[in-house]
């Protein structure tokens, strides 16, 4: 008896199949690259061969592609990125108090107190410190993302980055580069400078308290961890899957509904031939621009419209 998970983000589409105690049986980690019916397709095929439809008996969708998911795939809950993830955090540990989470193109932070989120704050503003910007910054450097950390915590004498935008980010890295400061030493400052404009943004008017769970991409960044432990004055903890944990939250949220009928609809979803276009809507000023997702060239689905004239007319 198995649960599925799928969180839809703007970087990543993150899947995973849990058992009835929650652990994680599957999980599949796969690039959006702006296309995500494609990469659920992609991650179907994959569990295709090691599950039977019959296997699953519940779906949630989680991330800002989750009303699509969840009509592609046939979802039994759809639940925002919040939710999702401190379900799943709260599942490991009931006395985690804050979430910093930190993703390809967002971050986040959730508090709780007694296994309720009680506050929340997301930056879809500035990507400074999100996982896309240090990609880019290890690319620059000619590091593998998976080392950036490492070299931080070779660090002896870290540098002030201005880390206030990423645009004064990467120019004054550039700028200490030339002056001939090493790697190292830029890459633990850069890390600090990320650090403190969550810490000044994201996190303002927040008290944070522990346990506090580093979760999301950007959490395998050794260096980033430190940062945020040196700031915090606290032990900050990376769960073993802390990079699919909005996915992991959508699953156990399907697994707990009262309903115990899936709305399933097959991993055989994954051969299908989607197309997608849009259209602006001039029904008010608004002037929405309406996805539109068809099959065989038959209309199957709406999204994007705020008032739901279209949308309305599909069950999501």
């Known amino acids: 008896m198995y649960y599925l998970g799928v969180d839809v983000g703007s970087v990543s589409t993150d899947i995973v199949v849990i058992d009835e105690n929650y652990n994680v049986i599957e999980s599949i980690y796969l690039r959006t690259k702006g296309r995500p019916i494609k990469a659920i ?146 890459i633990k400052g850069l890390c600090e400078a990320l650090v403190r404009n969550y810490l000044n943004n994201v996190a303002k008017g927040k008290e944070i308290k522990s346990k506090v769970f580093f979760q999301g991409g950007v959490a395998a960044n050794k260096g980033m961890k430190k940062a945020f432990e040196e700031a915090l004055g606290m032990e900050v903890i990376v769960p073993k899957h802390y990079n699919m944990m909005g996915a992991i939250g959508a699953a156990i949220l399907a697994a707990e509904r009262k309903e115990k009928r899936t709305n399933f609809k097959g991993f055989e979803v994954a051969d299908i031939n989607y197309a997608t276009a849009s259209f602006e809507c001039k029904g008010c000023s608004n002037l929405c621009e309406v996805a539109v997702i068809k099959c065989e060239e038959k209309v199957i689905g709406y999204f994007g419209d705020r008032c739901g004239r279209y949308s309305g007319k599909v069950a999501v």
């Not at 009931?94 to 929340?120: A, C, P, W």
């Not at 880019?136 to 950036?148: C, D, G, V």
């Open 41 to 186: 397709q992609e991650g179907f095929k994959r569990l295709e061969g090691k599950f039977k439809n019959s296997d699953i008996l519940g779906v949630g969708t989680t991330g800002s592609g989750r009303h699509i998911a969840a009509f592609l795939i046939g979802a039994d809950i759809v639940k925002n990125e919040i939710t999702s993830h401190a379900v799943a955090a709260l599942s490991l540990d009931k006395d985690v108090r804050t979430i910093i989470e930190i993703g390809g193109q967002d971050s986040k932070i959730i508090t709780l107190e007694n296994g309720m989120i009680t506050d929340f704050a997301m930056n879809t503003v500035c990507a400074a410190g999100t996982g896309s910007f240090l990609d880019r910054q290890a690319e620059r450097l000619e590091i593998p993302i998976e080392e950036f950390g490492d070299y931080a915590l070779k660090s002896k004498n870290p540098v002030r980055i201005a880390g206030r935008c990423a645009v004064f980010a990467e120019s004054d890295m550039i700028h200490k580069q030339q002056l001939g400061f090493a790697v190292e030493d830029i």
